[in-house]
């Protein structure tokens, strides 16, 4: 983890409020991931709770609305809104159907700016990877920028190529230099 900044428990139950209790949630907090609405995401295990308040915190490390699978346009329209509403209090990131929420200045842009600045990088020494809307902010803070050929198309046209794995971007730097 590069930055680690908190989101205030009122912040969540405002955005909950604002966007809808019928949408999912999932809560990161203290290592562990809890949904609302028993709502799981296979591949993470998680907790069941039934209202934020079970949390008991005054702070979480960010959270994620999930619409239901290939509702692209309606998480599009949701982040939309949030940006309209909560844009100085909170960062919001497209995947998908799902919206990622974490707290202001902490994004995979953000991470790149830290890390350049540190180990001291040229601009034209950074290269990205990534296969959706959240990742946009990256691609338009590097060198070049890489997707794959099964991401959404406004990601492909954001990035500088398309490709179909990881090795096939890797391959293609090895042999530029």
């Known amino acids: 983890m590069i930055i ?16 809808g209790e019928d949408i999912h949630m999932s809560i990161i907090y203290n290592g562990n991931m809890y949904h609302l609405d028993k709502y799981h995401l296979r591949d993470y295990p998680s907790i069941d709770i039934d209202t934020i308040d079970e949390l008991n915190c005054l702070e979480i490390d960010g959270f994620s609305l999930h619409y239901p699978p290939h509702h692209i346009q309606e998480a599009r329209n949701a982040i939309i809104d949030i940006h309209k ?4 209090q909170i960062s919001a990131f497209q995947n998908n159907e799902h919206i990622d929420m974490t707290a202001l200045g902490c994004s995979k842009r953000e991470g790149i700016e830290i890390i350049k600045n540190h180990f001291h990088i040229k601009d034209n020494q950074i290269y990205a990877i990534g296969d959706s809307f959240n990742d946009l902010p990256m691609f338009s803070h590097v060198h070049e920028s890489f997707t794959f050929d099964s991401s959404d198309k406004e990601v492909q046209r954001n990035a500088n190529h398309t490709v179909k794995s990881i090795a096939e971007a ?3 730097l090895l042999k530029k230099d």
């Open 4 to 19: 680690n900044k908190k989101i205030s428990i009122e912040l969540l139950k405002q955005i909950r409020e604002f966007i």
């Open 85 to 88: 509403k909560f844009k100085d």
């Open 170 to 172: 890797i391959d293609y």
